[in-house]
């Protein structure tokens, strides 16, 4: 299973930017899809989450300004950040929780990274 983001980029303050991943390879089922972030001297957080079934989860620190949404026929999610700050500056990557045939056990995914650079 591969995970391909993109959209990454640099804006400024209060600018936007959507995130997007897609998964491919051997799927037979996708659960939990994911955005987490990295910034510069600083530990991998999550970011935001969606089930296959539509729930979501966010970060406090970004509930209400991002909104994470999946496209199950496309095998995708997105990540539509708004009102970005520069704290919001990272390396994000999405992360995807796959099982490859009906016999399989689900196992995480990620994927290579997309920067995200807000200026002041």
């Known amino acids: 299973v591969q995970l391909q983001a993109s959209g990454g980029g640099s804006v400024q303050f209060g600018g936007s930017l959507r995130l997007s991943c897609t998964a491919s390879?051997?799927?037979?089922?996708?659960?939990?899809m994911s955005w987490y972030r990295q910034a510069p001297g600083k530990r991998r957080e999550l970011v935001a989450l969606i089930t296959s079934g539509g729930y979501t989860n966010y970060a406090d620190s970004v509930k209400g300004r991002f909104t994470i949404s999946r496209d199950n026929a496309k095998n995708t999610v997105y990540l539509q950040m708004d009102s970005l700050k520069p704290e919001d500056t990272a390396v994000y990557y999405c992360n995807a929780v796959v099982r490859e045939s009906y016999s399989d056990s689900y196992s995480g995914n990620w994927g290579q990274g997309t920067l995200v650079t807000v200026s002041s």
């Open positions: 390879g051997t799927i037979f089922s996708i659960n939990t």
